[in-house]
DNA sequence: TTTTGAAAAATCATCGATTATTTGTCAAGC
DNA sequence: GCTTGACAAATAATCGATGATTTTTCAAAA
């Protein structure tokens, strides 16, 4: 199951920073380019708002065009790359309205999925979301170290789709996964450190137990607390760096 | 960049050959063809969960491989292709399932997009909205008159869209566009006559009238309501046709 | 100085051919 | 009869080259 009606997303699936192995489903050079310009974009590597030139990207890249282009193609389902004809394909720009707007339709979105999840959601998602919780927990976040930073960040995200993971519907998660990214983007880019007065582990941790107590409106408060103030956190780093 | 006010325009309209294309942003064969193949899909033309041949449909519309390919990909992003690798393009199966996900996405969506719409919409916004109902109105819709039933289709999906066109969320609004195209996928192939026990146009009514009164619960109530019905009724055809 | 427009350069889009993979066929072996 | 594996056919993926459009350059004209 490489995309489909599930998954407007391509496939980000859990690890798309992984390195290649043999047979993960990603055989093909366009189906690679796509986790690796993904992964590119979202860790701001690849400026937002830039132009991707092909026969610059191609070399970087160590790709022909065909599958550089198909790759960017499916790429704007993701809402990460835009593109014009006859003007070629860019980065999707940031702005202060589009992430307000990507933290609105987060918290509908997850609370929507968590409030099905605690409907119709199993024994065994039970578990993943105490799972991905304890991992959550145990991956430590520290701004002077980087490389802590990329795997909280996977910690993190993972956290976030196991939650929802229970709803049985493969549409409204692949939204939800693609709002992650674009959120995951700004997260990156403009909050490298912690903000100091939120306890983020507690807000997690009451997630959590409420999800697995099924109860709906506290477990979806708090999420919905969660994101907005993941939101307003960032907003006021955009600001801090004078961007509209 | 259009000619000045003083200046010459030599007209090169002599051109008998070729109807001059409208400059709609569509100039490119791989742009064309995401509109083509995404009619053909949503009409039935193509049909659901079958199989895309690259050569085949390299012949019938008459184009290259390359933009045919970039196409398709881009068409991932709406749900209606799906994609693996080595084993090329499928047009998206229909089920049950999916089509209770859409209903229900729908109702999610399109409602917290009406409100939004209501919260921050502007007079002009208003003034789109009576008028595509207005339009549906007068729009014919004749089950043995194929043409109008295609006319109707176009008006109606315009009026929908109209009435969340004032939220200022372009992703959100972007969601509930794919969405629609599913729907009508499901509308078009399945549901070639109109329910008896419905007064269709009472229901378009009575929501655009709650919405431009900005009455939220209202218009939300009828609006979910209205896709709430069309769902049902798809529903019931799909297990008419033995669809599970 | 600013504007204009044609030529040059850069870049994007498309094509035909080639390579790689999957699928279908069929006879040998169990 | 059923499986197996080599081979052939069909199909997908990629490549390098060519055609089309946009952008830049720059000198002449206003």
Redesign the pocket.
């Known amino acids: 199951m490489q995309s489909g009606p599930g998954s407007l997303i391509l496939e980000s699936g859990a690890d798309a920073a992984m390195p290649s192995f043999p047979d993960d489903g990603k055989?093909?050079?366009?189906?690679?380019l796509v986790s690796r310009l993904r992964e590119a974009i979202i860790s701001g590597q690849l400026e937002a708002g830039s132009?991707?030139?092909?026969?610059?990207a191609k070399q970087s890249f160590n790709?022909?065009?065909?599958?550089l282009?198909?790759a960017l193609a499916r790429l704007i389902s993701d809402g990460l790359v835009e593109?014009?004809?006859?003007?070629?394909?860019r980065v999707s720009p940031v702005s202060l309205s589009n992430l307000e707007e990507i933290t609105s339709l987060r918290e509908e979105f997850e609370t929507y999925a968590l409030r099905e999840s605690m409907r119709v959601g199993d024994v065994e998602w039970e578990g993943n979301v105490m799972r991905a919780l304890h991992r959550l927990n145990r991956t430590e976040r520290d701004a002077a170290k980087p490389e802590t930073l990329e795997q909280w960040e996977a910690v993190h995200r993972e956290f976030h789709l196991t939650l929802i993971s229970g709803c049985r519907k493969p549409l409204l998660l692949s939204f939800c996964k693609t709002m992650l990214n674009l959120n995951d983007r700004y997260r990156r880019t403009f909050l490298t450190r912690t903000s100091g007065d939120r306890n983020v582990s507690v807000e997690h941790s009451e997630i959590a137990q409420g999800t697995v107590a099924r109860d709906m409106d506290y477990a979806c408060d708090r999420l919905r607390e969660h994101i907005h103030r993941t939101g307003t956190n960032l907003r006021r780093h955009l600001a801090e760096k004078g961007i509209a």
């Open positions: 055989n093909t050079i366009a189906s690679q132009k991707i030139n092909l026969d610059r790709v022909s065009l065909s599958p282009r198909e593109f014009e004809d006859n003007r070629g394909y």
